[in-house]
């Protein structure tokens, strides 16, 4: 298995995932909303911000972030290929691509929605604080915050 920025040659194949997935993330419910996702994703390429990884050449985990805004977008992997840490690889290959000195934050489901409990349980464990409450899509989540500014102390 190998994390890599994803290519536009990527994109059939990373659609394919994210339709396996789609259920666990509000937005993605109709056909129009998984073309305007596609369109996001594409988007997110030409930015180099996007991360997938491959086993082969099927990719079994997505990632989407933003550089400008210290904001980790879209995290999801193949149902198939979970409990590999593939996750967190993706994380640690985005970190090296963002400020060090910035926090990054992300949103997902508030406690208590069943699909959100592995998303929290993975934040909280790679070092993710919960924060604000918010919605996002119609749907209340919560923000989580990973502080990088005691990371830079290291010396």
Same mark, same amino acid.
């Given at each position: ?27 993605l ?12 994703? #594409? ?8 991360? %997938?990884a ?16 210290? !904001?980790? %977008?879209? #995290? ?55 924060? $604000?409450?918010?919605?996002e899509?119609?749907?209340? !989540?919560?923000?989580? !915050? #990973? $502080?990088?500014?005691? #990371?830079?102390?290291?010396?």
């Amino acid at each position: 298995m190998r994390i890599e920025v994803g290519t536009e040659q990527d994109v059939d194949s990373w659609m394919n995932l994210v339709e396996k997935v789609k259920n666990a993330f509000p937005g993605l419910e109709t056909e129009e909303a998984l073309k305007e996702h596609r369109n996001t994703v #594409l988007d997110f390429i030409s930015k180099d911000s996007a991360i %997938c990884a491959k086993e082969q050449e099927e990719i079994v985990g997505v990632l989407l972030f933003s550089k400008e805004n210290n !904001v980790l %977008c879209f #995290l999801a992997v193949d149902p198939e290929h979970r409990r590999k840490y593939i996750a967190e690889k993706m994380v640690s290959y985005m970190l090296t691509k963002m400020n060090p000195q910035s926090d990054i934050s992300v949103t997902t489901y508030r406690e208590g929605v069943p699909e959100g409990i592995a998303a929290r349980a993975f934040y909280k464990r790679i070092g993710f604080s919960e924060g $604000k409450l918010t919605e996002e899509f119609g749907s209340p !989540v919560q923000e989580f !915050v #990973l $502080k990088r500014q005691s #990371l830079s102390l290291e010396n």
